[in-house]
């Protein structure tokens, strides 16, 4: 997987008002926007829900687009813990179980400063894809928090977009 452009989009603060306008007006995809409302009415006054919070019944449109990462401490790694069935598709593989690192070097970066900063991150990328050939993708990414102190996982999704998007 290659990015040949991004641009970030950050939350004006870790704990910004409800849903972090920038992100919102900024977002183009549907799923990730609606995404992105979820998790923010599950956090209510924390910083990130917990993944406890999450349940993938109210969110059904949305599996297929979504993924998960474990955040693991030390040696400070991060693992898919799931990736819905278009991101599979579109990767020509599932990559549950595997380490980003070992899929998509250059998203390590990214993910370590949403995990030291709690700001959820979008992006807008061109990747290659297995089938050959790019497609734009937007991304999104956003911090969980089993205890409140730490971020331990992030729930993200990963949208194709198309030249009308």
């Given at each position: 997987m290659i990015v040949t452009r991004e641009t970030e989009i950050h939350a004006s603060s870790p704990r910004a008002e409800r849903t972090p306008a920038i992100m919102d007006e900024q977002i183009r995809s549907g799923i990730?926007?609606?995404?992105?409302?979820?998790?923010?009415?599950?956090?209510?006054?924390?910083?990130?829900?917990?993944?406890?919070?999450?349940?993938?019944?109210d969110m059904i449109e949305a599996l297929p687009y979504v993924f998960l990462i474990d955040v693991l401490a030390e040696p400070r790694r991060y693992r898919v813990r799931l990736m819905g069935t278009?991101?599979?598709?579109?990767?020509g593989r599932d990559h549950t179980g595997r380490y980003?690192?070992?899929?998509?070097?250059?998203?390590?970066?990214?993910?370590?400063?949403?995990?030291?900063?709690?700001?959820?991150?979008?992006?807008?990328?061109?990747?290659?894809?297995?089938?050959?050939?790019?497609?734009?993708?937007?991304?999104?990414?956003?911090?969980?928090?089993?205890?409140g102190t730490a971020v331990n996982m992030v729930l993200g999704g990963i949208a194709q977009m198309h030249p009308e998007d």
């Open positions: 990730l926007r609606r995404l992105l409302h979820y998790w923010d009415e599950k956090r209510g006054d924390r910083r990130a829900p917990s993944r406890d919070d999450i349940d993938p019944a278009l991101l599979g598709d579109w990767c980003v690192d070992e899929i998509a070097e250059q998203a390590v970066g990214t993910l370590q400063e949403l995990v030291t900063t709690w700001r959820p991150w979008r992006l807008m990328a061109e990747l290659g894809r297995s089938s050959g050939g790019t497609k734009l993708y937007e991304l999104l990414a956003l911090p969980l928090s089993r205890d």
